[in-house]
Structures are given as C-alpha cells and as structure tokens.
C-alpha cells in the first residue's frame, strides 16, 4: 500500500509537471530573454531630468502675471498642493496649479492633472489641440528639428502607465531626430509627458512589452490583465516545484545508473532539461514568486497606512497663491537658466523652488525673493507630526539604505530623485513607519512601513538584485544574472521541445487510431525515446 501510495504521489508529480510544463515553458523562455534585455532597456518614461533639461529657460522681463493675479483671473481660489511656472505648453509659460485632493500632476508619478493658467493672460488653457501638441512638441525637441503629426491615441503600447490616465487622449508627434522619438503630449495641459525614441520602441517589444504581458493591455482582456499575471506565475511556481521535485528523485546522487550516468535520459534534450533543472531551479522559482510579489496579489502589502500629515511640515498660511513677489523678481535672484519655478510651503512660509536643467533647486524666499535655508531643527521638529505616533529615532544618512536607494533611469524603480543626505523618521507605530526627508527642500521623498520592506525583500530583492555592494560591483551584476538567465531560458527552451514532441506524438497516435478503426496501431510512427529507469 505504502509503495503504491509513493508511486501515485510521483506519478502525480509528473503528470503535473509535464502538462503545466507544456503550456507554460514558451512563456518562461521568453521572460528569461525578456528580463535580459529590461536589465538595459526600460519601459519609456520621460523623466524628470529629461523633462527639466527639454523645457525652455524662463526669462525675466517677459511680462508675466504673479502667482495670485494669475490664479484670480482664472477663477482658482483656495489652497493648492501644488502650484509651478514653465514654458510647458506649446513653449508659453503657463502656471499648472494642482488642488488638494490630487496627488501630482505627472511627470512620471501618480498624477492628477493640473489646472493650467496662461502665465501671461491669466486665462485657462483649453484642451490641447493639434497646433498646441505641434508647439509642445517643437519646444521639446528644439530649433531646426523636423515634427510629424500622427493623430490622439488612448493608450498604445507605450502607454500603458496609469500615471497617464489623466492626461489621455495623448497627441502623438514623431520627431526627425536622429533617434526617430515619438512624443505624447497631454490632452489636458498640453505637457510633453512620455518620450519614446525608436531603439527603445523596439527594444521594448522584447523586453517590458512582452515581459509584463502587455499584450494583454488596452483591449477586451485589460481587466484581467492582472489575475492573467497572477495564475500564470502560481502555476509557474507549482511547475518548477513540481519538476524540481521529479528532477531529484530521478537523479542518482549515490549510486548511478547502468550506463554511469546520473541522470536516466538518453536523450540530449530530456537530459539537458533534467540537469538544467537541477542547476537553476530554486532561481527560476525565486524569479517566478517575486514577479507574483510585484504584482502586490490580493493587495497583500496593503498595511492600511495611515496619509500623512503634510500639514505638520507645512504649517499655517499663506497658501502658495497668496505670494506676492513677481516671476521677474524670483528670476533675477535665481539667476538664468531656471527651467521651473515651484511654489510650497514649509514651516509656514512661501518656499520656490527655482530648478534649473539639472542639479539641486534653489531656494527662494517667496516674500522676499531671495535665497534661503531652511531651520533643520524646526524642521525635524515639524517632521514628528507627520504621523500620529512618537517619534523613535530621526537619522541623519549620507549613504542610500537598502530600502532607499537609487537605480538607473531605466530601471522600474529608477527615474526618481532619490537626494543624499537625507533624514530618516523611525516612528514607534503599529507598521514600523519611515518617512524620508530632504532636509534641504523639506520635502518628503519616501515611506516605508513593515508592509512596503517585505514586499522590497520578496519583489526587487530577489527579482532585480538590486542590492547595493552587488550593484557597485558591476559588471559582477550583469555575469550573474545574464548567466542565470540564460540557464532558466535553456531550461525552459528544452521544456518547449520535449512538450511540442509529446503532444506531435500524441496527434500521431490519434490520427492512427482514426486511421485504423479495428485497433492495429502503427506503433513504430508513435515511438519516443523514453527514460532507461521510467518512473
């Protein structure tokens, strides 16, 4: 009983394996190359510094309305969260004020967008049409640069990000550049937000379009997108540790088989898929569960953090649409070169942020117009309210940590200011919460909690590999993982042959047996290799 019980389970095992092996191995090779190929090509985004460093430089002198003239004319009353001045739309300063409720107004992040006001007029800009998208799209890419008009699209395959959503309809306009880049410009403000020039197009057709299933975006299986995503890496899983579990019980680690082999196949394929197996199995399972992890299933690192408290850290009024000082002021005590001006608060005064093409903002006074430093000490002691809870320890870090860190551009992760020296808030709540402060801007850059630092161990940690002693020794990064992913897509390669020949060999013997209703089967034309030790 006890040996028919243990063949059942391996036979189970098998049969598991083999069948989940047979549908799932293309799509495993392909991630395997698909995740090589994102290792140096990410999905388009415009960042911040290519956004910055496109932007024409405000000049002063050019006549601009304030801040609260602008804002009064266009009807906009209130406080804001967020209020900035740059030739954004169709190469004119325009001011892009974003209300309460809202979380950003793009850029790459999760937006809502902007109410814009004609920094000159003080009129609201209507929709963007086909002549503002051409101007957008000529201040971007410069003098002397030729602009082909294709049309509105909703979302196409570079334009995937739910952080566009407010932004669509998107105007598309290809660029005679040299790179062939493709624009999309907002229907709504007018902003360039995405670029996509040709090599990373179709790059991104075998790298972060194929690798995310984004076939599966933008048309009738978008809503299930993510359970499609989900059940294809459980059944990935269940694959792998199935096979990784009839790899070891077939292979002989004591005594070997007839032939002095460890493995029973004579076939090179079903014996480069048994050692292949064995070599690279528990990475090709880590892959697979931290590819589910991303996908944050069933909201499984969902803490139920608290917002923030962001009025602690901004203090009373005066909003930013109270300020009086001038754009023409705020650029003469900037100096040239600003791309953008941003107005906040901070500790309860008027703070601008005069940001330039690239490298830190400088701060303004917005009363005064002149340059400022913020009180580190009031700062920190704002920052405790951040959330209600008290506050444990608040670190001072001039290096990045494993939960805030920095990657390249075109990374997933990566595009984001990520400034150094930082402060770290360790609060003594229920979730463990960090918050990250800029101590120079007085900005939050980032959160963390128990929630958000698991998932950072079982999605990147093991996913990417985006540890930092690993990533300062590249290319000891690219050998390992270009290695092991090139074992993993072997793997799986092999598993399409030997599942595309069982299932051949299956049709043969359909077709024989249609063939030969009386039951003689031509066994020599359904003939397949098999193991010497079948289990």
């Not at 929709?127 to 640069?145: I, N, W």
């Not at 550049?177 to 670029?195: F, H, N, P």
């Not at 918050?435 to 980032?446: N, S």
Request: charged share 20%; with cysteine; proline share 6%.
């Amino acid at each position: 009983m006890k040996i028919n019980l243990k063949l059942n389970f391996k036979r189970l095992l098998l049969l598991a394996h083999r069948w989940f092996g047979i549908v799932l191995c293309a799509f495993f090779a392909m991630w395997f190359v698909s995740g090589v190929v994102m290792m140096y090509v990410g999905y388009p985004k415009l960042t911040d510094t290519e956004r910055l460093a496109h932007l024409p430089p405000l000049r002063a002198g050019a006549g601009l309305l304030g801040p609260r003239e602008a804002l009064a004319a266009a009807g906009v009353a209130g406080p804001l969260r967020q209020l900035s001045l740059a030739n954004a739309r169709g190469g004119r300063a325009v001011y892009l004020a974003v209300p309460p409720s809202a979380s950003g107004h793009g850029h790459g992040r999760e937006m809502a967008p902007a109410i814009v006001v004609d920094a000159l007029t003080g009129a609201r800009a209507p929709a963007t049409d086909q002549a503002t998208a051409m101007a957008s799209a000529a201040a971007y890419a410069g003098a002397g640069v030729g602009l082909r008009y294709l049309g509105t699209v909703g979302e196409d395959a570079f334009t995937h990000s739910r952080a566009l959503d407010g932004h669509r309809p998107l105007h598309r306009v290809r660029l005679a550049d040299a790179d062939d880049t493709l624009l999309y410009i907002s229907g709504r403000t007018g902003e360039v937000v995405r670029d996509a020039p040709r090599t990373e197009r179709l790059w991104n057709y075998a790298g972060a379009w194929i690798h995310w299933l984004y076939p599966f975006r933008g048309n009738a299986f978008d809503r299930y997108w993510a359970d499609i995503v989900n059940w294809l890496a459980i059944a990935g899983i269940v694959m792998v540790a199935s096979g990784a579990a009839v790899g070891v019980l077939r292979w002989r680690f004591r005594r070997p088989y007839r032939d002095g082999a460890r493995t029973p196949y004579r076939d090179r394929m079903m014996r480069w898929h048994h050692i292949g197996g064995l070599l690279f199995a528990v990475t090709t399972a880590a892959w697979i569960f931290s590819g589910l992890m991303s996908m944050n299933p069933w909201r499984i690192f969902d803490g139920g953090a608290a917002p923030l408290r962001t009025a602690a850290l901004e203090g009373a009024p005066p909003a930013p649409s109270a300020a009086a000082v001038t754009p023409d002021a705020l650029l003469a005590a900037a100096g040239p070169g600003v791309r953008e001006l941003r107005w906040t608060r901070v500790l309860g005064d008027t703070i601008v942020r005069a940001q330039g093409a690239a490298g830190a903002p400088l701060l303004l006074d917005g009363r005064a117009a002149r340059p400022l430093t913020l009180d580190a000490a009031a700062l920190q002691a704002a920052a405790a309210g951040l959330l209600p809870a008290p506050v444990a320890r608040i670190e001072r870090l001039t290096a990045y940590d494993l939960y805030y860190y920095s990657r390249d551009d075109h990374a997933m992760s990566g595009g984001r200011a990520r400034p150094l020296p930082v402060l770290r808030i360790v609060f003594a709540d229920a979730l463990r919460s960090w918050v990250y402060l800029d101590p120079r801007t007085g900005e939050v850059v980032g959160r963390s909690d128990r929630y958000r630092r698991t998932s950072r161990w079982l999605f990147a940690m093991l996913h990417s590999w985006d540890w930092a002693p690993l990533l300062a020794r590249r290319p000891l990064w690219d050998v390992l993982l270009i290695a092991l992913s090139l074992g993993g897509a072997v793997m799986s390669a092999t598993g399409v042959v030997i599942g595309w020949r069982r299932l051949g060999a299956k049709l043969r013997r359909a077709v024989n047996a249609q063939a030969h209703p009386s039951g003689k089967i031509d066994r020599q034309a359904t003939r397949r290799p098999r193991p010497l030790h079948p289990l």
